[in-house]
């Protein structure tokens, strides 16, 4: 079975403080997916990036940066220099088929407010 | 190219009656989903379907049943709608390789009484 750990519930931080969102994954599957999904207040789901089991590249997105490990089942995300408009739900996800269900399992979310 | 689209975007139903949420991507994407988000709880999978005529269950499907129309439409039915179906309902359509992403509608809002 799968599994994705956001254990941040709620993060608080004043704009241009850098911050970073950790994810934790669970799998038995040598070939996986992860993901990265923002929620604004809006409440559409954008995606932000993908990333495969084969490549641990960091890498780096204008403000957003994403850090994958093997070794310690974790995805993170970190944003540099925070803005106000960067306050939203961010999810991260799963996808592995293990013969189980062709969807992705998802993370209970962090809350990431930014305070000017 | 309007993506994933969802009707309705909010919905208010009593105990016991029936509705149906649609979708429709124009992306010909061959693998559509329905996702129930709730407080706290991230998004679950109700169903899937891999391609036009085929669907299944994902890790919540009681209580629903789902239609693959052709490979634009997904639809999502509520038979006899309960209070713990109050949720955000979210469908997504998934691109092939080499990107292999889903990508979601704006969601429905649905509040059972």
């Known amino acids: 079975a799968q599994k994705v750990t956001q254990a941040q519930t709620e993060i608080s931080v004043v704009e241009k403080e850098d911050v970073t969102l950790d994810c934790v994954y669970e799998t038995r599957d040598t070939t996986y997916y992860l993901f990265w999904y923002k929620q604004p207040p809006s409440g559409e789901l954008v995606f932000l990036i993908r990333?495969?089991?084969?490549?641990?590249q960091n890498e780096i997105s204008g403000r957003y940066s994403w850090n994958f490990q093997k070794s310690t089942s974790s995805f993170n995300f970190t944003i540099t220099a925070s803005q106000v408009v960067d306050s939203a739900v961010y999810f991260c996800?799963?996808?592995?088929?293990?013969?189980?269900?062709?969807?992705?399992?998802f993370g209970k979310g962090t809350h990431l407010i930014i305070q000017p | 190219n309007a993506g994933v689209t969802q009707t309705p975007k909010f919905q208010v139903l009593k105990t016991g009656q029936s509705m149906t949420l649609q979708c429709a991507q124009d992306?010909?994407?061959?693998?559509m989903y329905w996702y129930r988000q709730d407080p706290g709880m991230g998004l679950r999978l109700i169903y899937y379907s891999a391609s036009e005529g085929t669907t299944d269950k994902g890790e919540v499907p009681n209580g629903y049943n789902v239609s693959r129309l052709n490979k634009r439409e997904f639809s999502l039915r509520l038979e006899s709608a309960a209070p713990s179906q109050t949720s955000v309902y979210f469908c997504a359509s998934r691109t092939g390789l080499p990107r292999d992403t889903q990508y979601f509608g704006p969601g429905t809002r649905l509040t059972v009484l």
């Open positions: 992306m010909n994407h061959n693998s």
């Open positions: 996800a799963l996808y592995a088929r293990g013969g189980g269900a062709d969807g992705l399992t």
């Open positions: 990333r495969n089991s084969f490549d641990e």
